[in-house]
Structure formats: structure tokens, C-alpha cells
């Protein structure tokens, strides 16, 4: 079965760069067609869309960030890496990775299975 | 403020019907885009309800069922059970800026 698990600090001081890794198990990153996203959820608000990369490296990210983020594949250790520049404390969040397939794109994407997030406090 | 307008809140008593509406625009669910669901239950990771706009993945009941009309999409659960109780959040891709997936705010269904 499919399952991924977020790791990397819980803490981060601002301005600090994040680094977060996916590792994952049941699907293989070198599969046509998946794919590996970033989603994050600040307490109590809504999930928002960071960044998603595919088994032929095809990178996308949230134009609202995409200056801050690099999402990156290690297909042989079955990891997605997400780093984050300059960190804020609105950047507080749970951080979550998840599996999807392109399908129709990209209209038919959507996350079929996620970790189980890992929560990023952003302070001094 | 999210691209996708949700009710906050919906309560229904048990064994009743809810829906959930999904409100786009032009640049997303207008253009044709697909809407999926997601139940993220108090304290877990959000899980895939529906996919492509009326599509249940295998292992969700048929109580949850999924529609998309011009704008707007919804999701409708009948036959409500106490373990509905969550929040539910939709999904589209957007193609304003250089496009983007984007969620709805989410909508807090209480079961009474």
C-alpha cells in the first residue's frame, strides 16, 4: 500500500531556509505518470497548494511562493525534498506530502493519498 | 481569502441529507475544471472523498456523492452519521497567473 511520511524540524527561526523530506513506500517515483506534492494548512485555516514534482522531473510550484521554493526528486531513496527560503512566521503550518497522478492534466489532478503532516512553527 | 468560496458551516441531524457548495469562478471550475473532495476528520490528514467531480475512490460509502454545474460544485451526503462530523474541502486548478491547484476554504459540518 501507498504511504508517505513528512520529516525535518519542527522549529525554524525567520528568514531561515526549511528543508522538508517526503519519504514514501508502495509507488515509485520513476512510475509514468506520479507525482509527489507539497500541501501546507496554518492552524485552523485552509490547505494551500506549494509545489508538486513528476516522474520526469516536470517541476510545478504556487506562483505565490515560487521564488521561495525548490521541490526536488531522489528517485533511488524514494524522497521528494521541499526547501523553503526566508521563513515567517505566517508560514507557520502542517506541511503535508502527497501522492497523485497526472491523468488529464491538469485538470484531473488531485492528492489520492497523504502523509500524515508535520507541523513547521516559524519563531524567534 | 480562498478561489473557492465554501460555506464556513453546515449542521444536519442524524440520518439527514447535507450538501456543500463550491463556489469558482471564470478562471477555474468556469473554465471546465474538475472538482474533487477531500474529509479531513479533527486532528488527521485530509483524505480523498471525491475525484473528478462525482467519483468515489473505492472503500468511501455512496452516502457521499459528489455534482459540478456551470460555476459551482457540490458535495451531498445523505443518511448523516455521527462520524461525518469533519471538515471538507474542494479542490480545481486555476489558470489565472501562470495557474495553480487551489482549495476552498473549507466547510465545518456539525452533526447534531
Known amino acids: 500500500q501507498i504511504t508517505l511520511k513528512e520529516s525535518g524540524p519542527t522549529l525554524v527561526k525567520p528568514t531561515q531556509t526549511l528543508t522538508l523530506t517526503c519519504t514514501f513506500s508502495?509507488?515509485?517515483?520513476?512510475?509514468?505518470?506520479?507525482?509527489v506534492g507539497w500541501i501546507r494548512q496554518p492552524p485552523g485555516k485552509a490547505l494551500e497548494w506549494l509545489a508538486l514534482i513528476y516522474w520526469d522531473g516536470d517541476k510545478r510550484y504556487s506562483p505565490s511562493l515560487k521564488s521561495r521554493l525548490t521541490i526536488a526528486k531522489d528517485t533511488s531513496k524514494n524522497q521528494v525534498v521541499l526547501t523553503m527560503t526566508n521563513m515567517d512566521p505566517v508560514d507557520t503550518a502542517t506541511y503535508y506530502c502527497?501522492?497523485?497522478?497526472?491523468?488529464?492534466?491538469?485538470?484531473?489532478?488531485?492528492?489520492?493519498?497523504w502523509g500524515q503532516g508535520t507541523l513547521v512553527t516559524v519563531s524567534s | 481569502q480562498s478561489v473557492l468560496t465554501q460555506p464556513p458551516s453546515v449542521s444536519g441531524a442524524p440520518g439527514q441529507r447535507v450538501t456543500i457548495s463550491c463556489t469558482g469562478s471564470s478562471s477555474n471550475i468556469g473554465t471546465g475544471y474538475d472538482v474533487h473532495w477531500y474529509q479531513q476528520l479533527p486532528g488527521k490528514a485530509p483524505k480523498l472523498l471525491i475525484h473528478v467531480n462525482s467519483n468515489r475512490p473505492s472503500g468511501v460509502p455512496d452516502r457521499f456523492s459528489g455534482s459540478k454545474s456551470g460555476t459551482s460544485a457540490s458535495l451531498a451526503i445523505t443518511g448523516l452519521q455521527a462520524e461525518d462530523e469533519a471538515d471538507y474541502y474542494c479542490q480545481s486548478y486555476d489558470n489565472s497567473l501562470s495557474g495553480s491547484w487551489v482549495f476552498g476554504g473549507g466547510t465545518k459540518l456539525t452533526v447534531l
Open positions: 502527497t501522492h497523485t497522478t497526472r491523468g488529464q492534466w491538469p485538470t484531473e489532478t488531485h492528492f489520492d493519498y
Open positions: 508502495g509507488f515509485s517515483l520513476s512510475t509514468t505518470g506520479v507525482g
